[in-house]
């Protein structure tokens, strides 16, 4: 490797919602296997990660919302040392953990580069398709069967028309 890579931050959705706690905690386990999976399209692409969602979640309750304030505020800190902002969109509103991060993104100047769930699971099967089917076999498997489509960009762009 010559030089150093570039830092970039893995904005996407972490935290899980449903009616059951069943349901949040399965759907926060989906949301950490994707942060883990957009971390490596970047490291694959010549980032440097800072994946703060599932790093601060392997010791933080994020079901405790003191714990997960901690480690929003230390991501955050992260967040300012970062070239970048990938911020993922998968269809859905972004989260206020999501704005809230795009926001701290703003003040020291971390430029924005958005992209889909999709773009980075195609680049994936096209490039990486052999260690994307044993790393993420759950992942890899929706995408075969069509589930975890986004239908449409959210508002990131309305969002970042400040670095215009």
């Known amino acids: 490797m010559n030089g150093a890579r570039e830092k970039i931050f893995i904005c996407c959705r972490i935290g899980g919602t449903g009616e059951t706690d069943h349901e949040k ?5 989906r949301n950490i296997e994707r ?8 490291v694959l692409n010549g980032y440097d990660p800072e994946s703060t969602g599932f790093y601060f979640c392997e010791f933080l309750d994020d ?3 003191d714990e997960r304030k901690l480690g929003q505020e230390l991501g955050r800190e992260r967040l300012k040392k970062c070239d970048f902002i990938l911020v ?3 269809g859905k509103p972004h989260s206020s953990d999501m704005i809230g991060d795009i926001e701290a ?3 020291p100047g971390v430029k924005p580069i958005v992209i889909t769930h999709n773009e980075i699971i195609n680049w994936l099967i096209k490039n ?3 260690a994307f089917k044993r790393m993420f076999p759950e992942l890899y498997f929706e995408k075969q069967r069509g589930e975890g489509a986004e239908k449409q960009r959210s ?3 309305g969002i970042f028309d400040c670095y215009d």
């Open 105 to 107: 993104a703003r003040n």
């Open 63 to 65: 079901f405790n919302p």
């Open 155 to 157: 508002i990131t762009y």
């Open 128 to 130: 990486d398709s052999e």
């Open 25 to 29: 905690r399965a759907n926060f386990l």
């Open 35 to 42: 942060a883990k999976l957009y971390a490596r399209w970047a």
């Open 88 to 90: 993922v969109e998968d």
